[in-house]
Structure formats: structure tokens, C-alpha cells
């Protein structure tokens, strides 16, 4: 029998609705879509969080790592999962995008690759999501990039490149890590405002103060999990710089 509070998935790949109450109207049109990864042991103690009423915290999808995939809220509603956040001058991420969590047990309970059942998985609803709501590629984000200082997930482990070979997301070779001039912190300068410049124009939220400041350090962060993830040191090492620079001109 159907829970008077379910509603018909939006994706014919759901397999059941699990109602979360924690829902509130759009401001914006579905422009983001944002990955997530649970970071909790089991798979069913994150899904009891994500539609506790106490919790407030909540996703519009959620895959299991044997590929299940389970709706929590409609994708017309504003779902509650990117908290503080900011990227390409919006702060309001929650109002424009489209949320999905992985079950995984994240950097706290013992980082690992993700399953290929899961990944299988999510790459044919994140098709399926990108073909409706016409998202752009460089608008597939990790929570990190939009809240650099609080999130890691979905982390380094996740298969970005294998998504964008998918068609899902940006995705740029990165350059090869190499010996050179590495900008680290409280270095100052003209150097270290271009860097600073770029990651802004790139989505970042970051203040420009030509000083290698925490702030810089967690963009730089974010930003290597998602784009250089062979090495994740906050540091801008050529490698960093130089994915960058592809990443802006592609
Ligand atoms: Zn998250």
C-alpha cells in the first residue's frame, strides 16, 4: 500500500520512494547537480537520517552500494543537503540543485573505492537527470566545491573521470605532479592573486587577498579531491596550477 506522504519517482531507474518530510519550495530552476557520499557505517542508519523530521537534513536520490537507487523527495522541491554553501556567486545551492547521496562510509569510517555496481548506477540516473533538466557539464559538482571549508565528500576516490567519459561532469586530464614553484601558506603576492583569481572564476567562493590564506588552502583542497586527485595537500604545486589553467581554457 502507498504512504499517503509518497509521490511518483521522477526517474523511472527508482526503484522504491522513501518520503522525507525535509522539503521546502524552489526559489530557482535545477541548474546544479550535486554528489554527495553519506559518510555514515551503514547504508540504512543514513537513509533513517535523511528523512528524520528532527534531523533537517535530507537528498533528492540516494544508491546503495548494490546499485539500488531510492528517491527521497521530488526533484521539484528544494532538498536539504548542501547546507552553507557557494558557487559562481549563488549561495542558495539547495534552491538550484538536484542532490544525490552514494552510501559510502567516507573519510571517517575507512575511505574506500566505490563499488562499480554503485557507480553503474549512478552514472544512468545522473544521465537521466542531466537529459531533463538540461544540466550543463560544468555545473556537476562534489558538495566539496560548494563548501570547500566544512565537506569532503564525495572525495578524491570518486570516478570523476570515469563519469565524464559518461558525458557527466568536467573533466580535464590533469597534469602530470612535478618539482617546481609550489604556492603554500601565507605566501604573498601577484602569483598568489592570479591563483586565487582563477579558482574564483572557475565557481569557487574565495576572496581575493593575494595571501596563501586557510581559506585558499581549503579551495585548493576542494579542488584538487575533485580535479587532481592523485595528490589532496592544499598545496598548489605546477600540477595544480597547470589543471587548472586546462580546466579554464578547454
Ligand atoms: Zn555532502
New binding site residues.
Given amino acids: 500500500m502507498m504512504r499517503k506522504d509518497s509521490f511518483k519517482p521522477d526517474s523511472k531507474l527508482v526503484m522504491s520512494v522513501v518520503p522525507s518530510p525535509n522539503h521546502d519550495a524552489r526559489g530557482a530552476r535545477s541548474d546544479i547537480l550535486l554528489m554527495?557520499?553519506t559518510?555514515m557505517q551503514t547504508a540504512e542508519e543514513a537513509v533513517a537520517r535523511l528523512t528524520d523530521p528532527g534531523v533537517k537534513v535530507s537528498c533528492h536520490y540516494f544508491v546503495y552500494e548494490d546499485s539500488r537507487i531510492e528517491q527521497l523527495v521530488p526533484e521539484a522541491r528544494r532538498a536539504w543537503?548542501a547546507g552553507a554553501s557557494s558557487w559562481k556567486g549563488a549561495i542558495d545551492i539547495n534552491a538550484r540543485s538536484i542532490g544525490i547521496?552514494v552510501a559510502h562510509p567516507g573519510h571517517e569510517y575507512g575511505y574506500r573505492d566505490f563499488p562499480d555496481a554503485q557507480i553503474d548506477a549512478l552514472i544512468a540516473l545522473c544521465r537521466d537527470i542531466i537529459a531533463r533538466h538540461h544540466i550543463r557539464r560544468e555545473r556537476v559538482l562534489a558538495?566539496s566545491d560548494v563548501a570547500p571549508a566544512r565537506?569532503k565528500?564525495p572525495g578524491e576516490k570518486f570516478p570523476w573521470a570515469r563519469l565524464a567519459q559518461a558525458g557527466i561532469g568536467l573533466w580535464v586530464e590533469p597534469a602530470p605532479i612535478a618539482e617546481g614553484r609550489t604556492f603554500s601558506a601565507n605566501d604573498k603576492g601577484a602569483e598568489v592573486e592570479k591563483l586565487q583569481k582563477q579558482l574564483a572564476r572557475f565557481g569557487y567562493d574565495l576572496k581575493i587577498t593575494g595571501r596563501y590564506d586557510d581559506n585558499t588552502r581549503s579551495v585548493v583542497t576542494a579542488f584538487q579531491r575533485h580535479f587532481r586527485p592523485a595528490r589532496v595537500d592544499g598545496l598548489a604545486d605546477p600540477s595544480t596550477v597547470e589543471t587548472l589553467r586546462r580546466l579554464l581554457t578547454r
Avoid: L, N, R, W
Wanted: a negative charge.
Fill in positions: 554527495h557520499y559518510g543537503h547521496e558538495h565537506k565528500d
